[in-house]
């Protein structure tokens, strides 16, 4: 069974740097790509960058040079280095990752908030 575990939110002031960090704590399928996105409030939910299983990756304009996305397959496991953070990004952020046969699963979201 899949099941997606976000850790590494929280509070940070502007220019500051956060981890994030994905597993899927069962490790029964390999996924094929791996993502994040994230939600501020009343905006819709936006990609903000993905990997692919041969380590590809893609990112929004809004992050290029500041965040990057990497995994680790054998522990199904996908992070995001987020640097020199603005308010901007201050939203809830959602790990996707999306498996052969059986589709995509979304973990519930781990808060980050820039803020001073």
Known sequence: QVQLVESGGGLVQPGGSLRLSCADSGRIFSS???GWYRQAS???RELVASIT???????ADSVKGRFTISRDNAKNT???QMNNLNPGDTAVYYCKMTFAFI??????????TVSS
């Not at 299983?53 to 990112?59: F, L, R």
């Open 103 to 112: 589709g995509d699963y979304w973990g519930k979201g781990t808060l980050v």
């Open 42 to 44: 009343g905006k819709e």
């Open 32 to 34: 094929i790509t791996m």
């Open 53 to 59: 299983n041969g380590g590809s990756p893609n990112y």
């Open 78 to 80: 996908v992070y995001l």
